[in-house]
Each structure stands twice: as structure tokens, then as C-alpha cells.
């Protein structure tokens, strides 16, 4: 059984040297993660940057005839709205959407970028967001296409249990989890039972969903464990080492 680290605040922040973070400690607001609440809609131009310390964010992906699909989740490893940064033409393809509460550090969209322009180390950052985001996006593509739905949606739980300090007893609905895989609730009403039988879930009450979490790892895919390890090499839990590999980047650069 894998273990997870408890949540000590927002790992790319960390990342950042004093004299770089100091650009956008000053600037930044705590603001509360509502379960449900949508923090940014498909289309929509981003008015901040938000930092996660705690719960998960999915990026929907909607599509024309009212279906929807996860296509990444991310917590304190991640942002949202960074590529905010690519200029004021972009748009979200995606809408982010509050899976497990929690609180974010948030700052506007024009000091950050502001304070992107002046440090190297905050282009690093959001250089290694965009790939930890851009690998999640392939390997959830891949999973979609090449494995069962009982194995996605076990995939989903682990990376959202990743997110909630080892609360077994995660708060979501049919409906989310419906959402979440782009399949009809008679579906994931099937996917449950499995689960279920495999002891991977223990019970389904009132929108909450118990889980055995070394079971659920039994019945998941190589792509959980996949993209959690890559998300970990590309955002260490560990500020101090990917501090030394963005100096390392800097002086071949030079």
C-alpha cells in the first residue's frame, strides 16, 4: 500500500526561492475550496491564479451534447490558471470544477504574470505545471481508450483519496462520478457492484463512498501508479531538490 504525504501547503510554491516567492507572497489571498463549486468555466478568460494547499480540482471537458469527461484532477501540486501567462487572448478549454474542498492561495492575473516576467524561477514553475498537466492529459487519454471502466474509475478514487489527507470516506455522488468517467449512472451503478465485490469499496451511503485503499490499488490500472509517480519527478514533494534541478536547467542555459 502506497502511502501519501499530508498536505504542508502548495508544492510548486514551494519550489520557489525566498527572493522569488517574495514577488507573490505579498499578493496572495487564502480563499476556500466549496466541494462542487466551479472555478473556472470553458471559455472563460481567468481573473486569478489560484494555488491549492489542500483537496481536488478536475478539469472537465464538455462536449456539445451535454456529456462530460475528466481529463486531469490535481491538488497541491498544481495551479490553476497559470497558463494565464501565455497572454490575455487564452481562453480555458476546460472547466475546473471542486471535487474535495479545501483552501487555495489565490493572486490576480496581472501581478502574476508581472512577477513571471521578473523571475526565472516562477517561468520554471509554471514550466513544470504545464508538463505535470500536459502528461496527465495523455496518459488519462490513453487509460479512457485502453481499459475498463471498473479500472478508471478506481484510478479516479486513488488520485482523489491522494487529495484528502487518507480520509477513506470520500464525498461523491453517482452523478459525480458519472461526470468524472463520461459513462450514464445505470453504469456506474454496474461499476460500483464490481467494486464492491472486490472489496475495493466498502459501502455507498447518502453521496459518500468508503474505500479500502489496497484494494482499490489491486483493481486500478498501471496508469494511477504512472502518473502519480510522474507527477511526483516533474513536482517533487521535496522543494530543496527541485530547487537544485532548476539551477541545474538555469546553467546549461547559460
Not at 494547499?53 to 495551479?79: D, Y
Request: hydrophobic share 45%; aromatic share 4%.
Amino acid at each position: 500500500m502506497m502511502e501519501r504525504p499530508a498536505s504542508v501547503g502548495n508544492r510548486l510554491l514551494a519550489t520557489l526561492p525566498s527572493k522569488d516567492l517574495a514577488l507573490l507572497a505579498p499578493h496572495l489571498q487564502k480563499v476556500s475550496l466549496e466541494q462542487d463549486a466551479v472555478v473556472i468555466r470553458a471559455g472563460d478568460r481567468r481573473d486569478h491564479v489560484s494555488f491549492p494547499h489542500s483537496g481536488a480540482i478536475s478539469f472537465m471537458l464538455g462536449l456539445p451534447k451535454g456529456e462530460t469527461i475528466a481529463t486531469a484532477v490535481i491538488g497541491r501540486e498544481g495551479a490553476i490558471g497559470a497558463l494565464s501567462v501565455l497572454g490575455p487572448s487564452f481562453l480555458s478549454s476546460v472547466t475546473a470544477v471542486v471535487r474535495v474542498s479545501g483552501i487555495a492561495s489565490q493572486i490576480s492575473v496581472s501581478r502574476f504574470h508581472a512577477a513571471y516576467m521578473a523571475s526565472g524561477a516562477i517561468r520554471h514553475m509554471v514550466e513544470a505545471h504545464t508538463r505535470s498537466i500536459l502528461m496527465q492529459f495523455q496518459h488519462v487519454s490513453a487509460c479512457n481508450g485502453l481499459h475498463s471502466v471498473e479500472a478508471r474509475m478506481a484510478r479516479w478514487l486513488l488520485h482523489l483519496h491522494d487529495r484528502t489527507e487518507g480520509n477513506s470516506i470520500l464525498s461523491l455522488t453517482q452523478e459525480t462520478l458519472s461526470q468524472l468517467l463520461g459513462v450514464r449512472r445505470t453504469t456506474v451503478t454496474q461499476v460500483i457492484a464490481k467494486l464492491r465485490a472486490l472489496g475495493a469499496i466498502k459501502s455507498v451511503r447518502r453521496g459518500l463512498v468508503e474505500i479500502d485503499r489496497a484494494r482499490l490499488e489491486e483493481a486500478t490500472c498501471e496508469c494511477y501508479d504512472i502518473i502519480r509517480r510522474a507527477t511526483d519527478r516533474i513536482v517533487p514533494d521535496d522543494a530543496f531538490g527541485f530547487q537544485q534541478a532548476a539551477q541545474m536547467r538555469t546553467s546549461r542555459e547559460v
